[in-house]
């Protein structure tokens, strides 16, 4: 999918974040979570132009036909009021926050995006995707993403009351948590699903503008390397991380947040 040549704004900063997992039924004190990201969307506002979600910012949603989900006051607030001063914010879901519809991209002023984002920013190349789904994954996580993504399912899901599929959602995502990710000291995933799609695409790209940056979520580690020429960039995540890119239309650079441990 391409979405044609943007331009740089008035000299203004981009900047990506990804896994922020708000909602998360393992953060200590999500209410404290929560308003640190709105903190920092608030410190990002003055100098923003673009703002890149890569995916998994809630830990879980479900937009049915007449209501959404509680919570989330804040930072919606924050976000839509980037967007209202101006911001373009993008939204590429990821695999916890897939069911977005049309009330998020109307409600917030935003644009949500599904898959692969292939678009020039201050005329650089970003190839931007949450993660999930990129490169060999596991036939059980690609049977997964398919019924999840799936017309008939979501309809069927949105049929059975939310009493019983919102619990589960929750109890399900931290019990995936537990499993892949042990804590903080648990050893970053390694991202090779990522460098082997990139490889692949890269051989295979023959455009007249190649690639600069893959930017990527998902996987809550910090990665910033050269391969095949380009450089493959993950995001990290707001759980351990607490970590943000910035393109000031020359340089790439992985940010933490201030304050943070790690
Ligand atoms: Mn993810």
């Not at 203004?12 to 903190?39: Q, T």
């Not at 993008?90 to 991209?105: M, R, S, V």
Request: charged letters at 25%.
């Amino acid at each position: 999918m391409s979405e044609g040549i943007a331009t740089p704004i008035n000299n203004k900063i981009d900047y990506f974040v990804s896994d922020l997992h708000l909602g998360a039924s393992y953060f200590m004190d999500p209410r404290e979570h929560e308003k640190r990201v709105c903190e920092w969307l608030r410190s990002i506002a003055p100098t923003a132009g673009r703002l890149y979600l890569l995916g998994d910012v809630l830990d879980y949603w479900f937009e049915y036909r007449y209501v959404v989900p509680r919570g989330f006051v804040r930072f919606f607030g924050a976000l839509a009021e980037l967007a209202d001063s101006g911001v373009e914010v993008t939204w590429i879901i990821g695999n916890h926050d897939i069911w977005i519809f049309d009330y998020l991209p109307s409600e917030l002023g935003i644009k949500v995006v599904d898959g692969v984002l292939d678009t020039m920013i201050g005329g650089r190349r970003f190839v931007m995707a949450h993660g999930d789904g990129i490169g060999r994954i596991p036939a059980k996580e690609r049977l997964m993403r398919a019924v999840f993504r799936n017309r008939l399912c979501q309809r069927l899901f949105a049929a059975v009351h939310p009493r019983w599929t919102v619990g589960i959602a929750y109890a399900w995502s931290a019990h995936n948590r537990r499993k892949h990710h042990a804590g903080p000291t648990a050893m970053p995933l390694p991202v090779g699903p990522l460098e082997q799609w990139v490889k692949v695409r890269q051989s295979a790209d023959s455009s007249s503008h190649p690639v600069d940056f893959y930017v990527f979520g998902h996987y809550h580690t910090v990665v910033d390397r050269v391969v095949s020429g380009a450089r493959l960039i993950v995001l990290g995540d707001w759980i351990t991380n607490m970590s943000f890119g910035e393109f000031d239309g020359r340089e790439f650079r992985i940010h933490r947040v201030q304050g943070s441990e790690k």
